[in-house]
C-alpha cells in the first residue's frame, strides 16, 4: 500500500487560523444532527491512467459542494447569487460542482501532493472554477495540470465577489482522548462538514476501515457524519466512495471549511462603550471584543473580527489606530507595536465613541 495519496507532512504554522483565534468565523449551527448524508454530491475519483495527487483538492471541493447543496434545498441563498452561478456553469446535472483540477493546479500541487491551508488560501484569494469548464482529465500528469486558462482564472476571481471562503483548524495535531476528539468533530459537524487528513490503513478498500496503530497522515477525505461510539463516516476519491472508519480512527488534522454568500449588510451601527481597563495581546474577554467593535468601525479590523480574542490581526489595528491618530510619541508607538491598550488609548477611543 503506497504512503501518500497526496497529502504533504502535517506542519504547525502560527500563522494559521484555528479555532479560538481571530479567524472571523463564528459557531453556528446549521444543522442540528451534525449529518451531512442528504447533501452529499456527485462521487469524483482521483486517479485513472495517473493519480492526480490531489485529495486536498478533491475533499476542499466536497465540503464546499456538500454545504452548497444544503443552503440551496434550504432557500439561503440570494437568487442574484444563483443566477450568477446557473449563468456561468457552475451547475452540472442540477447540483453546483467545483473543478479539482482547477484548484489543484491554481494551489501548486505537486507529485507529492499539497497541504490543507494552502489549498484553502486558494480557494479563498483566487476563487473555484466550474467543473463543466475544466473537467477531470487523467490521460496524463502534464495535461491534468496543465494552466488554467485566463478567462477561467477570472471567472474564479469573479466567483469571490458572490461568495466568501473561509477556513480554520479544529484539530491541528493528535488529543490525548480519541473519544473527546470525535465529540468535538461531532460538535463542529453541525456547522459544516469537515476536511480530515488520516492514514490508510488496512481494508481501505473494503470500506470498512479500523485503526492499524499509525498516525503518519496519507490522505485527505471529507468527514459527513460521526455515529457516536460506533464510527465515522467518510467521503472519499477512491472506491467505495462512502467509508466507515473506527470510532477511534486518528482524525487529528481537520478543517473546517466555510462557504457563505456575500450579501450587503446595513451601514455600521455606532458603538458606544466605555473602556476602562487595559488590554494586552493575548487577553481574551468582552473588553476585546468591544474594543474590536470599535476598531471594525473605523476600518480598521475586517467586519467578523469581534472575537473577543487579541491576537495577530488586533494588535495591527490598534498599531494603525496609534499611528493614524497620533495617540502618544512615536518613539513609544513603536515599542508599544500594538501589543497595549492603556489609558491614552482608551481616552482617546472613549471621546470617539461616547
Given at each position: 500500500?503506497?504512503?501518500?495519496?497526496?497529502?504533504?507532512?502535517?506542519?504547525?504554522?502560527?500563522?494559521?487560523?484555528?479555532?479560538?483565534?481571530?479567524?472571523?468565523?463564528?459557531?453556528?449551527?446549521?444543522?442540528?444532527?451534525?449529518?451531512?448524508?442528504?447533501?452529499?454530491?456527485?462521487?469524483?475519483?482521483?486517479?485513472?491512467?495517473?493519480?492526480?495527487?490531489?485529495?486536498?483538492?478533491?475533499?476542499?471541493?466536497?465540503?464546499?459542494?456538500?454545504?452548497?447543496?444544503?443552503?440551496?434545498?434550504?432557500?439561503?441563498?440570494?437568487?442574484?447569487?444563483?443566477?450568477?452561478?446557473?449563468?456561468?456553469?457552475?451547475?452540472?446535472?442540477?447540483?453546483?460542482?467545483?473543478?479539482?483540477?482547477?484548484?489543484?493546479?491554481?494551489?501548486?500541487?505537486?507529485?507529492?501532493?499539497?497541504?490543507?491551508?494552502?489549498?484553502?488560501?486558494?480557494?479563498?484569494?483566487?476563487?473555484?472554477?466550474?467543473?463543466?469548464d475544466w473537467a477531470l482529465d487523467f490521460t496524463s500528469w502534464d495535461i491534468f495540470y496543465a494552466e488554467?486558462?485566463?478567462?477561467?482564472?477570472?471567472?474564479?476571481?469573479?466567483?469571490?465577489?458572490?461568495?466568501?471562503?473561509?477556513?480554520?483548524?479544529?484539530?491541528?495535531?493528535?488529543?490525548?482522548?480519541?473519544?473527546?476528539?470525535?465529540e468535538n468533530l461531532a460538535n463542529w459537524l453541525k456547522v459544516a462538514p469537515l476536511q480530515a487528513d488520516?492514514?490508510?490503513?488496512?481494508?481501505?478498500?473494503?470500506?470498512?476501515?479500523?485503526?492499524?496503530?499509525?498516525?503518519?497522515?496519507?490522505?485527505?477525505?471529507?468527514?459527513?457524519?460521526?455515529?457516536?461510539?460506533?464510527?465515522?463516516?467518510?467521503?472519499?476519491?477512491?472506491?467505495?466512495?462512502?467509508?466507515?472508519?473506527?470510532?477511534?480512527?486518528?482524525?487529528?488534522?481537520?478543517?473546517?471549511?466555510?462557504?457563505?454568500?456575500?450579501?450587503?449588510?446595513?451601514?455600521?451601527?455606532?458603538?458606544?462603550?466605555?473602556?476602562?481597563?487595559?488590554?494586552?495581546?493575548?487577553?481574551?474577554?468582552?473588553?476585546?471584543?468591544?474594543?474590536?467593535?470599535?476598531?471594525?468601525?473605523?476600518?480598521?479590523?475586517?467586519?467578523?473580527?469581534?472575537?473577543?480574542?487579541?491576537?495577530?490581526?488586533?494588535?495591527?489595528?490598534?498599531?494603525?489606530?496609534?499611528?493614524?491618530?497620533?495617540?502618544?510619541s512615536k518613539i513609544w508607538i513603536v515599542i508599544n507595536n500594538g501589543k497595549y491598550v492603556g489609558k491614552?488609548?482608551?481616552?482617546?477611543?472613549?471621546?470617539?465613541?461616547?
Amino acid at each position: 500500500m503506497k504512503r501518500n495519496y497526496g497529502i504533504l507532512k502535517p506542519k504547525l504554522n502560527p500563522k494559521d487560523w484555528r479555532v479560538g483565534g481571530e479567524t472571523g468565523i463564528q459557531y453556528k449551527e446549521v444543522l442540528s444532527t451534525g449529518d451531512w448524508t442528504p447533501y452529499l454530491p456527485v462521487y469524483e475519483k482521483q486517479s485513472g491512467n495517473i493519480d492526480d495527487m490531489a485529495c486536498v483538492s478533491h475533499s476542499l471541493t466536497d465540503v464546499l459542494e456538500i454545504q452548497f447543496k444544503r443552503a440551496i434545498a434550504n432557500n439561503e441563498i440570494p437568487q442574484t447569487h444563483l443566477d450568477w452561478l446557473k449563468n456561468n456553469g457552475y451547475f452540472l446535472n442540477g447540483e453546483v460542482n467545483f473543478s479539482d483540477r482547477a484548484l489543484a493546479k491554481m494551489s501548486n500541487t505537486t507529485h507529492q501532493g499539497n497541504w490543507n491551508a494552502t489549498v484553502a488560501e486558494t480557494a479563498r484569494t483566487v476563487g473555484l472554477v466550474p467543473e463543466s469548464d475544466w473537467a477531470l482529465d487523467f490521460t496524463s500528469w502534464d495535461i491534468f495540470y496543465a494552466e488554467v486558462p485566463a478567462e477561467l482564472q477570472k471567472k474564479a476571481a469573479e466567483f469571490l465577489k458572490y461568495f466568501k471562503i473561509s477556513y480554520m483548524w479544529v484539530q491541528q495535531g493528535q488529543w490525548g482522548d480519541e473519544n473527546l476528539s470525535k465529540e468535538n468533530l461531532a460538535n463542529w459537524l453541525k456547522v459544516a462538514p469537515l476536511q480530515a487528513d488520516v492514514p490508510v490503513c488496512s481494508g481501505w478498500s473494503s470500506g470498512e476501515v479500523q485503526p492499524c496503530g499509525s498516525r503518519v497522515t496519507q490522505h485527505a477525505i471529507a468527514i459527513f457524519k460521526i455515529v457516536k461510539q460506533n464510527c465515522v463516516k467518510i467521503l472519499d476519491h477512491y472506491l467505495p466512495f462512502i467509508k466507515n472508519l473506527g470510532w477511534l480512527y486518528p482524525t487529528d488534522w481537520t478543517m473546517l471549511i466555510l462557504v457563505e454568500p456575500i450579501v450587503a449588510t446595513p451601514a455600521p451601527v455606532v458603538p458606544h462603550y466605555t473602556l476602562t481597563k487595559d488590554l494586552y495581546f493575548g487577553n481574551r474577554n468582552d473588553d476585546v471584543r468591544k474594543l474590536q467593535e470599535e476598531l471594525i468601525y473605523l476600518s480598521l479590523l475586517k467586519s467578523g473580527l469581534n472575537t473577543g480574542y487579541y491576537g495577530e490581526l488586533t494588535r495591527l489595528a490598534v498599531l494603525a489606530f496609534l499611528k493614524k491618530y497620533s495617540v502618544t510619541s512615536k518613539i513609544w508607538i513603536v515599542i508599544n507595536n500594538g501589543k497595549y491598550v492603556g489609558k491614552l488609548t482608551r481616552d482617546k477611543l472613549n471621546n470617539m465613541f461616547k
